[in-house]
């Protein structure tokens, strides 16, 4: 039976929220936002623990199979984005997370995945309220803009939601949920899923504020809200030079900001700083766990020559850092010594340079310097491909290869340098 011949699922879902939706603007973190006395670590707490579940949702809206409730989520512009666009302000501030905060916030994730294995459909309560978040956070927008206005540059994405299509965008989603066939358990079953986000909010959101006394800590998610829960330096210096060797290796590599842009930024910060933790392992571990790290990203599109110069970049930051620990951060530039051997096993630098250097020259400096170092990737990637890193090249060569992104000219350019590298590895053996 379609619930719509009564009353839709729209109607009935903001029914049923009403309560729930007028208690949440009672807890001290609204009461205090609207007063102007929200400090900014509950603020920040607030928009990580947003990116962290809407992160989730998004991930797990993509694993399902059904196309009619995927493009539910997936037609509209990503909140995720929105939430990395305001949390990117804070990067140099370094605020420390609220591990209470943290732990709520896990919990919340966890069962997110959990819905998506269990009911698919379970996951629309979520939604619906994420999504209802763009109309509410709109009536506290100017709140925000007066409490962190010169800390944001008087930008926030998240509260703006879709700006002057909000309305659209909404009337958009509410006629598709309303046209679901749904009976009537899945109908209240979907009801109860929303209350009970409701209530978890609640509880997440009073960790926010008032800021009890509880330990705050250093985490991945504090640089990426997708990075889960891997180790991260306790030392704020080792942070920020992890940070700005991160921002140099992409700085060097144009091609990841092009190809992954947030998201690609966002994991770049997170793995330096798992990097960074590293020098504290004997050299042998620390090498294996290089190891596993380039063949990961060398199988997603991320040659393994910017793995070791992201080593290099990185001992470089962290040994002005922290003077103290120079000694320790040698094995990081040994393991970039290390995957450098490699690559030249099976293509000596004068051949990589001069391939480099000739795809440089057939692609007007790489497109002016707007690609610079693609010829390094490419011939990198050969390298991984012969040290058994199986995607290393199929991984990278549609984005390269892309017309509608690429000039004739450059496609060329690449399809070549490939079979040059390739033709390099034969000639050796």
Known sequence: MNQSLHTTLMDSLKEAISERHARMETLPFIVALKNGQLPLESYVAQLRAMAVIQGTLEHEFSQIKSGEIRTLLL???????????????????????????????????????????????????????????????????????????????????????????????????????????MDQDGYQRLIQVALDFFDQLEALYSTFYPIKNTKKVFTASMLNPEAGDHAVPSDVREIEAAVAAAKRCREEFPYFDERYQERGRSFSKSDAAWLATLADLPQAQLLSQVEWLGRVLGNRGMPRITLERQLELLHDELAAAVLGKIDQYKGLLEAATSLKADRHKYIEEPAFSRLAREFHVATDGELLGRFKRTGDLIVSAVCDEQAGVTEAVTSLLPWLTDAERFPRQWIVAVINTVQQARKSLKDKE
């Open 75 to 181: 037609d509209r512009p990503s909140r995720l984005v929105h939430l990395r666009r305001d949390l990117s302000v804070f990067d140099k501030l370094f605020v420390p997370d609220i591990e209470a905060a943290l732990e709520h916030t896990r919990n919340i994730a966890e069962k997110i995945r959990r819905y998506r294995v269990e009911q698919p459909t379970d996951l629309l309560g979520i939604l619906y309220v994420l999504q209802g978040t763009t109309l509410g956070n709109a009536v506290h927008l100017p709140d925000v803009i007066k409490g962190f206005g010169s800390q944001t540059a008087g930008t926030a994405h998240f509260y703006a939601g879709y700006g002057h299509e909000t309305g659209k965008y909404w009337l958009e989603f509410s006629r598709a949920m309303n046209a679901l066939p």
